[in-house]
């Protein structure tokens, strides 16, 4: 059988990939050739501080790792969902907007006194969050100028290919998406100020939709599931996914089952459960938890880079002081650190409402917030089981999360199941997977893909631990 090379970009909220991956019916070997960060950049605008990505330094350093890949027999591209560059001209209107930019609160006020929120879900299955892209598009004030709405991953894409396309699986993230036809929803795009003709062709994962001329000649660019949260599902090795749930761990942990078919209770509307597209037409049955968004941040109000989680992880293990478990859903983390108001501060602030005492220093801090999204992941596990009727068995932990071994030790201790910690590169293998299928190097079922990852990546398994959540000193809220 055929072997494939094939680059996958990868673009995070606070990092940028190109992983090159080498694939056949028994092989499954990445690489990382290129790494950068990336995050919101805040620029001065009319009404203030205006939160948003630099796009144009972003696919610099993605078309640098193209190059640096070498010769390959696909490209596929996948980001962080809802956020969309207008096009004019072949030129962007303004760098896209930040989905954490506050300027969204007006667009929920519009649409929601158009639409009630209960019918929205029925329409799109999303569950609500203030930046689901048609709250932004209520809120955009260029759209009419606009030919073309691409988001981030199709903005790449048709920057490689000129092809402008809507690949399927991050469109679902828009809320403009019927969950029951595939298609747009024809009067939420009216109500929003969207023509059809504005948006690019829907295509499903493994559609190859055009060629890039790259320095080692044409090569064709893929659809993958460009929603990164897709690509990262399709590569959880779950031996069968009736039994297991999934904690996708990066900025934001995504957490939830895969479906067959979406659930649009008004019981999972309650939980903020989605029913975002998955690859192969399955359903991605999930909520958003805060994520390492909040370490991230809290190390920024610091000063200290990334470089130092690590060490700070490792010495939060080995601390035994008071720890406390706030919330993590609580809506006032969603923005970046604000002058005065940083992560630390508005946890304290938390802590004092609550009337527990805010942790005592740093280390007890990063404790905090890693026992605190455990809890907030544990949560969100047994919502998604209720509320699709499920009994599970165990959960897997893919990408930068599953690196934190006491993360996955509290959550498996919380649930009372074994947590199966890996791969940490879950989306770039997801994205690879999806390009080399559509090449012809791998053929069947996600299942299928699925078993390849299972044998070529080890897992590492957390067993619940008896007694330890209720002497472990914390601090339930
Ligand atoms: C994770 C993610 C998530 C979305 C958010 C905007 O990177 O794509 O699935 O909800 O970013």
Do not use: K
């Not at 290919?161 to 809320?175: D, F, I, L």
């Not at 399709?234 to 078919?261: F, H, I, K």
């Not at 029913?275 to 991605?284: F, I, L, S």
């Not at 699709?388 to 509290?410: F, I, K, M, Y």
């Amino acid at each position: 059988a055929p072997t494939v090379t094939v680059a996958a970009v990868d673009l995070g909220a606070s990092s940028g990939r190109v992983v090159r991956g080498r694939v056949g019916p028994d092989e499954l070997v990445i690489e990382t050739v290129a790494r950068f960060v990336n995050g919101p950049s805040e620029i001065p605008g009319p009404a203030g501080r205006e939160l948003r990505w630099d796009t144009p330094s972003l696919f610099d350093h993605a078309l640098a790792g193209l190059r640096a890949a070498g010769p390959v027999d696909g490209v596929g591209v996948d980001s962080w969902a809802v956020d969309y560059g207008l096009l004019r001209g072949g030129e962007l209107l303004g760098w896209p907007w930040c989905y954490r930019d506050a300027r969204t609160a007006a667009g929920v006020e519009t649409v929601h006194r158009a639409v009630d929120p209960a019918e929205l879900y029925r329409r799109s299955g999303l569950q609500f969050l203030p930046f689901n892209t048609v709250y932004q598009l209520a809120a955009e004030t260029r759209l009419a100028e606009a030919e073309r709405l691409l988001l981030v991953p199709d903005l790449l894409t048709w920057q490689l290919t000129g092809r402008a396309v809507s690949e399927r699986t991050n469109a679902s993230t828009t809320g403009l998406l019927s969950v029951s036809t595939g298609d747009w929803d024809d009067d939420l795009l009216a109500l929003v100020g969207l023509r059809r003709d504005q948006l690019g062709e829907l295509v499903d994962p493994g559609t190859v939709v055009g060629e890039h001329a790259g320095p080692h000649g044409a090569v064709p660019v893929v659809a993958v599931g460009s929603h990164d949260t897709a690509s990262a599902v399709v590569a959880v090795p779950m031996r069968d996914p009736g039994v297991a749930a999934y904690v996708s761990c990066g900025t934001w942990g995504l957490v939830g089952v895969e479906l067959e078919t979406p659930v649009v209770t008004e019981a999972a509307r309650a939980a903020n459960f989605t029913n975002e597209g998955g690859v192969d037409g399955r359903t991605r049955f999930l909520t958003n938890v805060m994520g390492t968004w909040l370490l991230s941040e809290t190390l920024r109000s610091w000063g200290q880079g990334g470089a130092d989680l690590g060490e700070l992880l490792a010495r939060a293990a080995a601390y035994d002081g008071p720890v406390v478990v706030f919330d993590v859903q609580d809506p006032r983390f969603l923005a970046p650190n604000d002058g005065s108001d940083d992560q630390p501060a508005r946890i304290a602030a938390w802590c004092l409402e609550h009337d527990v005492a805010p942790p005592a220093d740093r280390i007890g801090l990063v404790r905090s917030i890693v026992a605190s999204l455990a809890e907030g992941f544990a949560r969100a596990v047994e919502q998604a089981a209720t509320l699709s009727g499920r009994t599970l068995e165990r959960v897997h932990v893919v990408g930068g999360g599953a690196q934190n071994a006491p993360l996955c030790d509290l959550l498996a201790d919380r649930l009372g199941l074994p947590v199966l910690a890996g791969p940490v590169e879950a989306t770039a293998l997801g994205n690879v997977l999806v390009q080399a299928r559509a090449l012809g190097a791998l053929s069947g079922d996600l299942e299928a893909l699925r078993d390849l990852v299972a044998r070529t990546h080890p897992l590492r398994e957390h067993r619940p631990r008896a007694g330890v959540t209720q002497d472990g000193g914390v601090v339930v809220s």
